[in-house]
């Protein structure tokens, strides 16, 4: 069954500008697919639009088989869960735990409770019911309006930059969190690093759709990128560099996680293995009085 089919789809602003034009997908239930692209690639606008924000628009958006016009966009936005990028427009509510109830009490959805506490758990923010709001820190904000949008149970989670201005520790814990998510979901971002371990494809859009495949099938093809003004992640780039010294790399990596994949088939191939040591020692005697931990240098050995 689709979720969000959009055929043809394209908008511009009122002084003219064209922000999205001729702009195809679909997303089956279960699907997560991520829109990637530079900054006024028409990626907030795409997702603003599915969720009923703007109009009108030529094309067709259609969502659990139901068009979308003026007349359907207040009935179709319930189906829907829109995480802004900045949570500070998103959460007011004077508690964690009334800020998510808002949406399902304000709707008058049934059984309240277990929708807060459900959405509480899944966005992993159980402890934080009674903290003040205003005290979260930016990443747990950004929890609590994740917590707000499951609550209401949508069909379709549209998340516009998820990891942007998180620290590492609060983007790796998102990352996890939106990986073990059973939810249809279209993900607006230009971390492209980030959203290659969620996502299981994904669209390059400049106004348009540049290009569709796998994020690592999109970063063999320096040409899209160039074309959507978009940078090549580091460790793709690391990768293409020793494909170039003569190792056979088959897929540039996204991730670090593909990355220790792609190197392990390198290694194998070769007929080498490595090691890495990580020794405790005890400097009581030295200057430094302080037991550290030291990690040896990976060794590539024959």
Known sequence: MKVLDIQGLSFAYEDGTVALKDVSLSLEKGDKVAIVGPNGAGKSTLLHLIAGFR???SGTVVIDEKRLDEKSADSLRMRIGLLFQDPEDQVFMPTVKEDVAFGPRNLKMDDIDLRIARALSTAGIEGLANRKTHKLSFGMKKRTALAGVLAMDPSLLLLDE???????????DLISLLKEMDKTMLIATHDIEAVAEVADRALVLNIGVVARGTMRELVMDREVFR????????????????????????????????????????????????HAHIHEHDHSKASDTHPHTNVNRVHRAR
């Open 227 to 274: 074309q959507a003004g978009l940078e090549m992640p580091p460790i793709s780039k690391l990768f293409e560099v020793l494909k170039v010294m003569g190792y056979t790399i088959t897929e540039l990596p996204v991730s670090m996680d593909q990355a220790v994949c792609e190197l392990t088939k390198v290694i194998e191939e070769g007929g080498s293995h490595t």
């Open 55 to 57: 109009t009108p628009f």
């Open 162 to 172: 998820p990891t942007a201005g998180l620290d590492p520790r609060a983007r790796a």
